[in-house]
Structures are given as structure tokens and as C-alpha cells.
């Protein structure tokens, strides 16, 4: 992209900019994930052709995120946002509609495909913005995520009580989201490339770089996956709480990880990228141990909420750095969501295939071993570290004109 200069007023307001989208964004999520009982019982599928379904859309995000980059080229970065974000939140519609297993598949397909290519394109700016204003803004942006994620799924939570059909909660929730999605990107950083700038490949390969950053990233979605899913099970039938005890302790999980996103820039700022995932590992290697060995529900839900704690920042922090990492930004940053995306999907399965074969005592030591692997990794994660010299950014390093 050209080196665009920006007032600081500028770059400021597109902050706030980014944040909104990413609070659309996680809105989407959430207002899904509490219909899905709904859906079910529409297209009549069973809890395995379900399961079957819901991995479609990791792999529409998979097969769709390289493609990010080229239609930020071709478009400039604010409108290429502002279309990709309202197909992802209108695909919101599309799998209440679907009446059997072949049309959800397909329905599941688009919007996971819709969901990875805004997903790039909004942490592609994201990262743009953080280098012009130099100073960690990434963590922040994902607790956004976060927060409208969990706005969506307390107005799907209440849609679901009161009876609503998802297909007409879905439909008003896509018409607001979409237009609270055009409004925000009136004000992102609308960024052009530049005249002799090569336009990416549709297809390509990430960079080594944002492979072993993906890395880092699929321990730290690998623990929140097992975490969201499999933390409540774990309580109910390793513990024997109630149920309303287990539900508890997944709802303390989230918002740990949501406080520690908003909360996270200032330490980033104050300590680095690479002393922060440190820092950050061995907080979630502590929350599993207690999960592992602590036999009790308190300090089973305080390992969990350790955890959520740990891994907060780690994928903010892996999406800042692929975005420094090389000369290709969207490149590196659609290769670390890949990655992110594959993690978050096989994770619950692969929790669930080894607490079969094992015990769930067992699932949750492998997740306290990949939590270790922060620790152990973090120094990938240098190029997040603001005193680097910015290679790839060159429009950080250009003053901004004054107002």
C-alpha cells in the first residue's frame, strides 16, 4: 500500500474506526452461535451431521483469506472493508435458511468464507493503524471482538428465549450490523496501493515468518478452543458440579480472555510483545496445571480463568507481528489466521477423540504442554515488539502532517 500521510486526529478517529468493525465483526459470531439449536432443528440434521456442518466454515475462511489481500489491492483497503465486512454480516442470514444438510453445508461455507476475508482485511488495518499511532492497539481491538461477540450473543440468548425465529432474528440482526459495518468504515484509513506495486498472488504460500508465528498462534486457539468447549464438561463429569457451576466457570473463561484483550495494550506497551507472551505463558501453564491436578471445582475454575487470562493477548499479538514479519502484510497475516482458523476447528475434536481414549485429565495436559510451547516460542513474536525498525510498514516511519 502507498505511504498515505494522516493527521494524528486521522489515524485516532480510524481507531476508533477499527475497533467498531471488530465489535460488528464479533456481533456476527455471537448472534449465530446462540441460534444453532434453531438451525438444527430447521435443516433436521442429526448432532453428527451437525458436527459435519460446522467445520464448513473454517473451511470457507481457509480457502478465502488468500484472496483478501488481491481485493485490497484492486479495491484500496477501505472499500475492499467495506464490502467484505457486509457480505459477512448479511451471510449471517443464510444458514436459518437452509432445510437440509447439503444447503447448510453450503450456507456454512460462504459465511466462513466471508468471515476469513474481513477478518484479514480488518487486521490488516488494524496493524497499519498501530503502526502510525506507535503503540499497541491490537490486543484492544480483539477484546472489541470480543465484547460484540458477547453483545450478540446475549440479544441471540434472549431472541432464542422469547421463541423468535431465527430466520427473522437473523434478518434484523444482519440489517443493523451491516449498517453499523458501512458507518464504521466511513472512517478506517483508506489506504491505495501504490502505482508501481505489483498486485499479490490470488494464491500463495505465507511466508516462513508468519508460519512459525501461526505457530505460536495455533497453541494459543488450540487452549481457548478446549477451553470454551470442553471447560464446562470437564466440571459437570470429572468433578461432578452442576450444571449451572460448569456453565459458570466457561462464562469466567470468556471473560478473562475479553478483560485481558481490552487491558493488554498498556502492558504490551510497557514490556513488548515478546516478555508479554512470556509472561502470558506461563499464566496459562499455571491455569492448566490447576485444571490438571487441582481435583476441585474452585481451583479447577480459577486454572480455567488463569488460562483465559494467559492466552488473552497471544493471537492480537501473533496478527500485530505477521503484519511487520514480511513484505507482504496481507500475505503473512492471511497465513497466521489460516493457521488460527485449523486450530480453532480441530482443537474441541481432538479433545474430545483423546478424552475418549484417555481422560479428559489427559485432553487438558496436552493443552497445558502447547501453553508451555508460549514460553518456550514467544521470541518468534519480535517483530511485534515496537522498537523494531518496521521493514515492511514504510508508511510508519513517515511523519504525519499537521491538521
Sequence with gaps: ??????????????????????????????????????????????????????????????????????VSHRFGARTALRGLLALWTLALVLPSLAPN????????????????????????????????????????????????????????????????????????????????????????????????????????????????IGAVGFCAVF???????????????QLETSAGLAAACTTGFTLTMAVARLAGDKVVDRYGAVRTVRVSGVLATLGGLLVVVGGHPAVAMSGFALMGLGIAV????????????????????AGVATITYTSGLVAPSAIGGLAQATSLVVSFGLVTVLACCLVLFAKVLRAGDRDRPKISQPSAAVPDRQP
Excluded at 162 to 174: C, P, Q, S, T
Excluded at 224 to 232: R, V
Aim: hydrophobic share 55%; proline share 5%.
Design 314 to 333: 497471544v493471537v492480537p499479538l501473533c496478527f500485530a507481528a505477521a503484519g511487520r514479519a514480511g513484505s507482504n502484510p496481507s500475505l503473512a497475516i
Design 1 to 70: 500500500m502507498s505511504a498515505v500521510v494522516y493527521a494524528h486526529s486521522e489515524v485516532r478517529r480510524a481507531r476508533y474506526a477499527v475497533a467498531a468493525v471488530f465489535a460488528v465483526h464479533g456481533a456476527v459470531t455471537g448472534s449465530f452461535a446462540t441460534r444453532v439449536p434453531w438451525i438444527q432443528d430447521h435443516a433436521g440434521v442429526s448432532a453428527g451431521q451437525l458436527g459435519l456442518a460446522l467445520a464448513f466454515p473454517a473451511l470457507g475462511a481457509s480457502v478465502a483469506m488468500p484472496l483478501a489481500g488481491s
Design 223 to 237: 487452549a481457548e478452543g478446549a477451553s470454551l468447549d470442553w471447560s464446562a464438561v470437564y466440571l459437570r463429569d
Design 101 to 212: 444438510l447439503l444447503t447448510l453445508c453450503l450456507a456454512l461455507f460462504v459465511y466462513g468464507a466471508t468471515a476469513g476475508m474481513s477478518d484479514v482485511a480488518m487486521n490488516a488495518l488494524g496493524v497499519e493503524v498501530e503502526n502510525r499511532l506507535n503503540k499497541s492497539i491490537m490486543s484492544g481491538l480483539h477484546g472489541m471482538w470480543s465484547a460484540g461477540a458477547l453483545t450478540g450473543s446475549a440479544a441471540g440468548t434472549l431472541a432464542a428465549h422469547l421463541g423468535a425465529d431465527a430466520r427473522l432474528h437473523h434478518v434484523l440482526a444482519a440489517g443493523v450490523l451491516t449498517v453499523l459495518g458501512l458507518v464504521a468504515c466511513t472512517w478506517v484509513l483508506d489506504l491505495q496501493p501504490a502505482e508501481d506495486e505489483d498486485p499479490p498472488p490470488r494464491f500463495a504460500l505465507p511466508p516462513r515468518s508468519a508460519l512459525l
